[in-house]
């Protein structure tokens, strides 16, 4: 490597700084949302090269561009990396403030083999948000529906709680929220501040209250859709230590979810089903 | 000797009835963590006791269209007795699936937003042109008997006669009475008639809905929706049986026949709901799929292999077949036979429910995470025993009001159709 000269370090460096500035000034602005909402997008950090964070920053950004129904959120969970530390668990939990029992992403822990050829495997299951949901069709209310960006989407305020659609899902990927607190009723515990903290599922602040959805509706993963139309990544992919997760948008060819679901060895879950499914495992 | 049972009853029904309101009132106020359903057994004893009464409902009614459709006229006597039942159970059954919604209060939202594709919300709607069907081929079958009722009675029943009355007029002569009459008859058929595809689709969907669920193997089968039909009707003959047997009047001549012929449709129904249920055994053990045989071992082999053996095979086949083979001419035996079925086809129902969530559809899921609302087992909680028991004796209750206050059950020829 040369040296560098003081003189040559500022020069470069004032260069750097100026484009930096100029860049940011300019800002890209996420799509109208559908009520003409313009956010501001946060600015892509540069990280290590094999966690794909930058990458798939920029992916989002590029796809929220687009309009919501040019967009398609798929997910990507590459099995053979996943520790099953089950970070990814309690980073949903708190970034959703879920109440007990409901859990979007379980981590299904698999033994394979018979000593000495023995291996352990690890599946997280979130909401596949199936392109051909068995778990619309059935709610009475019209409570759930595929959006046009692919997630499937819960309206808290009209579920019925009637629970057709989590008997309906092959996976069981919904949940029901039952009322209950973690500290509340064990003992004379009141419920705990952390409890009283809103979510901001579907980007709609929710405190729990009983009698008050989403107390009594159906829950479940939504890709933190607060988040990535914000441009923030999943809490889940974001926190996982072993750059597991993909997600990014399948409409778009240069995304790397694109080129990863092209693959050979990818399999979904129940495919036999005619579900469809959007969530993909590299084997 | 038959009022003071009745009065006995009323008693008994009336201080569970106010025990389970008052467990009701909780469970509104509490929500359903009263329960001890978790998201992956989202349906438990509720359900089951909806579909149950819905079956319960269906099956007298199709029992009724024997006599007036078909014209059995030898059973007319338990017509009416049909027809309420029928009305009965279908309030039971929708007061059971409202009190298991997650938010009971919205349950006005499946009007205001139907979802056509829905099986549960055509469920809804067929619901409630059933019950103007059966209560108006019950207006149609009482409204003479009102009349005269409201004409003899003092002020306070006046009134609740006239209500239930609906303005009629008793004619003045005897011709004109025979010839309502025969309006009535002709009305009763015609509501029959519109009532047979209604109640079909009444049970028949209750069935589908949980048919074209293909999430759980159990259920997605053909043969589902009219395996509910059939046990509808076997419910449906065993509670006509069981009525008439102690509610009918044992001093007329045509009692123990009426009770006999009762019995008869029910062994009928049953003989045929059984070749249903061997046939779907007998298939899916022949398929050996783990999914579905997982399911069955549970039914038959389980921690609850009590429900099957006793209620499925014992109460619902057994003891009604042993009964009708060896006891078939006392109408009492014949009753408590009909009681057995109804008590029986509870099991069916649980059983039909429940263990299609005993196993997890997606491999060891239920060792994924460890939370008491996460697990796939399930037994009713204190407040669903006591809220179901206590919304079953209220309505009891009424049925047993009402069939002191109106003529359920068509005995002398004084009050004449």
């Known amino acids: ?23 940011s000034s300019l800002g890209k602005k996420g799509f109208a949302e559908e009520k003409g909402e313009k956010i501001s997008l946060p600015k892509i950090v540069e990280r290590s090269r094999e966690s794909n964070l930058e990458r798939m920053e920029k992916d989002l950004q590029r796809a929220l561009q687009k309009p919501q129904h040019e967009r398609h959120w798929v997910y990507v969970i590459d099995v053979k990396k996943c520790v099953g530390c089950a970070a990814c668990i309690a980073a949903c939990q708190t970034e959703n403030r879920t109440p007990p029992g409901v859990v979007y992403r379980p981590v299904i822990h698999e033994e394979l083999g ?53 008997t309906a899902c092959p996976y069981n990927s919904r949940l029901f929220d039952f009322g209950e607190f973690y500290a509340r009723g064990k003992g004379f515990f009141p419920i705990m501040p952390y409890e009283n903290v809103p979510t901001y599922e579907y980007k ?24 990535i139309e914000r441009g923030l990544l999943p809490q889940c992919l974001v926190t996982c230590l072993g750059a597991v997760n993909y997600f990014g948008d399948s409409n778009d060819r240069k995304s790397l979810v694109s080129e990863l679901i092209s693959k050979s060895n990818v399999m979904r879950l129940k495919e036999e089903l005619g579900t469809k499914p959007q969530v993909y495992y590299l084997l | 000797m038959k009022n003071r049972a009745i009065n006995w009853f009323l008693l008994l029904t009336g201080i569970s009835g106010i025990i389970g309101v008052g467990a009701i009132v909780y469970r509104l106020v509490e929500g359903m963590k009263v329960t001890s359903l978790t998201s992956n057994f989202p349906w438990g004893m509720w359900i089951s006791y909806y579909i149950y009464f819905i079956g319960l409902s269906a099956g007298s009614f199709l029992f009724s269209t024997l006599i007036y459709v078909f014209g059995r006229r030898e059973l007319e006597k338990a017509g009416r007795l ?51 069907v059966v209560l108006a081929e019950l207006w149609y079958l009482m409204r003479a008997d009102l009349g005269l009722m409201r004409d003899e009675s003092s002020a306070g029943k006046r ?12 004619p003045g002569t005897k011709e004109e009475r025979e010839s309502a009459r025969q309006g009535s008859m002709r009305a009763a058929a015609v509501l029959g008639a519109i009532g ?8 028949g969907g209750t069935g589908a809905v949980f048919a074209v669920v293909k999430a759980r193997p159990h259920w997605y089968s053909a043969i589902f929706p009219i395996i509910f039909l059939t046990s509808a009707l076997v419910s449906g003959a065993g509670l006509m049986t069981f009525l008439y047997a102690f509610l009918g009047d044992k001093g007329e001549s045509d009692y123990p026949r009426i009770v006999r012929s009762l019995a008869d449709w029910l062994i009928l129904f049953l003989a045929i709901d059984i070749i249903l249920i061997i046939a779907e055994f007998l298939v899916t053990v022949y398929g050996n799929i783990p999914e579905p045989i997982a399911i069955w071992k549970e039914m038959i082999f389980g921690p609850y292999w009590f429900v099957f053996w006793v209620g499925q095979i014992g109460l619902a086949m057994l003891v009604p077949i042993l009964i009708y083979l060896f006891k078939r001419n006392s109408s009492t035996w014949l009753g408590i036979g009909g009681l057995s079925v109804v008590m029986g086809i509870v099991a069916v129902r649980l059983n039909l429910v429940i263990p299609a969530f005993a196993t997890s559809p997606v491999p060891l899921l239920d060792k ?18 006591v809220t179901s028991l206590g919304l079953i004796s209220v309505v009891a209750f009424f049925f047993l009001v009402f069939y002191r206050l109106l003529p359920m059950v068509r005995t002398s020829e004084e009050y004449s159709v």
Request: aromatic share 16%; glycine share 8%; proline share 5%.
């Open chain 2, 82 to 132: 049909a027809l309420f039942s029928a009305f009965f159970a279908l309030v039971a059954g929708l007061l059971f699936i409202w009190m298991d919604l997650g938010h009971p209060w919205r349950f006005l939202y499946v009007f205001a937003h139907w979802n056509y594709s829905s099986v549960l919300a055509w469920e809804i709607l067929f619901y409630l042109g059933y019950i103007v």
């Open chain 2, 159 to 170: 009134a609740f006669y006239g209500a239930l009355a609906l303005g009629w007029k008793t």
């Open chain 2, 196 to 203: 047979i595809p209604l109640a079909i689709g009444v049970h």
């Open chain 2, 368 to 385: 994924a995470f460890h939370d008491a609302r996460f697990v796939f087992s399930y037994f009713p909680s204190l407040t669903e025993w």
């Open chain 1, 1 to 23: 490597m040369e040296r560098i000269t003081r003189r040559e370090l500022l020069k470069r460096g004032s260069i750097a700084g100026a484009g930096v500035a100029i860049g």
């Open chain 1, 204 to 227: 709609v602040s929710w405190k729990r209250h009983k009698g008050r959805s989403p107390v009594g509706n159906v829950r479940k993963c939504h890709f933190c859709l607060h988040r």
């Open chain 1, 114 to 166: 018979k000593y000495p050829n023995v291996t352990r495997r690890h599946i997280p299951r979130l909401c596949n948000q199936c392109d051909n949901p068995p778990c619309t069709p059935v709610c009475p209310v019209d409570a759930t529906y595929k959006r046009a960006d692919g997630i499937v989407v819960m309206d808290y305020d009209r579920c019925i709680g009637c629970r057709y659609c989590a």
